[in-house]
């Protein structure tokens, strides 16, 4: 199938792929990608279904001129007021598909069919009618690959259980920041973007003394966390005093979205019994890079500081300001 000049678009289009059986892997990203740098100021859209999901999810994916980074906004649904899951602004393609991942479940297997693009109009623009070639062929071995060798699963499960052995059954304070100075340095690289969440949980019994939640509080708390959050995000200690989360290509804005989760998923009910909702407080202060700073240091003062805030005026969440 002949590739013709994408660079026709006229800005504002939308260009639609053809319709996915399965969860898109790096290569149909890839694909994607290559698409909206050939059609910068257009929208390139690549929907899927699985046979075992009720759900149609659409990811779209932009390129300004002269951005390194695309922006990509997967939607729940597909019509005009479908729910947007997530938005990030990357070029790292494994961070999308893990990103997906987290949000459609397992892989269903390889993509049975090729991205075709197809017309959608948008903002008052249509894009002609574009046919592509498989981008993904090339990627496909021509040589037999040998058999697999065989990974020891369980040693990788159970060292991360050893490593995972801090507050409430999360990474312990030396391993978080090592996941943090491990992001920042692929920030520095690839320009990536992070964010950090500070918090921390107190039970107000009536008396207005704040008292340290219980430990299976904390531990039910920890476990609700864990399922608003990402399959990439990391939650561990900073101090003795707060726990963290490090949420790798995300903003500002997306560093607010998952604190006001976190937030929502102490109302589901009570933590314990004898502890009513009511009596949890939440605290949280969050900053990010490059949004507010370029330094791991200052990150985590920014975000400290934003937490203070948020335990004076009792405001929940907390954004430090952007520069």
């Known amino acids: 199938?002949?590739?013709?000049?994408?660079?026709?678009?006229?800005?504002?289009?939308?260009?639609?792929?053809?319709?996915?059986a399965c969860v898109p892997g790096a290569n149909e990203l890839s694909f994607v990608l290559e698409?909206?740098?050939?059609?910068?100021?257009?929208?390139?859209?690549?929907?899927?279904?699985?046979?075992?999901?009720?759900?149609?999810?659409?990811l779209k994916v932009s390129l300004d001129d002269g951005s390194d980074d695309a922006t990509w906004v997967l939607h729940k649904g597909d019509t005009l007021d479908a729910a947007v899951l997530w938005s990030f602004d990357s070029d790292d393609i494994s961070l999308i598909e893990s990103l997906i991942a987290a949000e459609c479940g397992a892989y269903q297997?390889?993509?049975?069919?090729?991205?075709?693009?197809?017309?959608?109009?948008?903002?008052?623009?249509?894009?002609?009618?574009?046919?592509v070639a498989p981008a993904v062929a090339s990627a496909i071995p021509t040589r037999q690959l040998p058999p697999p060798v065989e990974l020891d699963v369980d040693s990788a499960a159970a060292f991360r259980a050893k490593i995972k052995g801090g507050k409430a059954g999360g990474y312990p304070a030396d391993a978080f920041l090592f996941f943090l100075l491990n992001e920042f340095e692929k920030h520095r690289h690839t320009g990536s973007a992070l964010a950090l969440i500070v918090f921390d949980l107190?039970?107000?019994?009536?008396?207005?003394?704040?008292?340290?939640?219980?430990?299976?509080?904390?531990?039910?708390?920890v476990k609700r966390f864990e399922q608003v959050l990402r399959s990439a995000d990391i939650l561990g200690e900073l101090?003795?005093?707060?726990?963290?989360?490090?949420?790798?290509?995300?903003?500002?804005?997306?560093?607010?979205?998952?604190g006001r989760a976190m937030e929502r998923s102490l109302a589901q009910g009570p933590l314990q019994p004898g502890l009513d909702v009511s009596n949890v407080m939440f605290a949280a202060g969050a900053a990010s890079i490059p949004d507010t700073c370029g330094d791991p240091a200052v990150l985590v003062a920014a975000a400290l500081s934003a937490l203070e805030q948020s335990r004076e005026t009792r405001s929940g969440m907390v954004l430090f300001p952007s520069s």
């Open 239 to 258: 101090d003795e005093s707060c726990l963290a989360v490090l949420l790798p290509g995300a903003s500002a804005n997306n560093s607010i979205e998952c």
């Open 202 to 221: 107190k039970a107000n019994y009536g008396d207005g003394v704040p008292k340290p939640l219980p430990e299976r509080a904390m531990l039910e708390a």
């Open 35 to 58: 698409q909206a740098r050939k059609t910068t100021s257009a929208v390139i859209e690549l929907p899927w279904k699985t046979p075992s999901s009720p759900a149609t999810f659409v």
């Open 1 to 20: 199938m002949p590739l013709e000049d994408t660079n026709n678009s006229s800005s504002g289009a939308s260009v639609r792929l053809q319709r996915l």
């Open 109 to 131: 297997g390889e993509a049975s069919e090729t991205p075709v693009l197809e017309t959608a109009s948008g903002n008052g623009g249509t894009a002609g009618t574009l046919s």
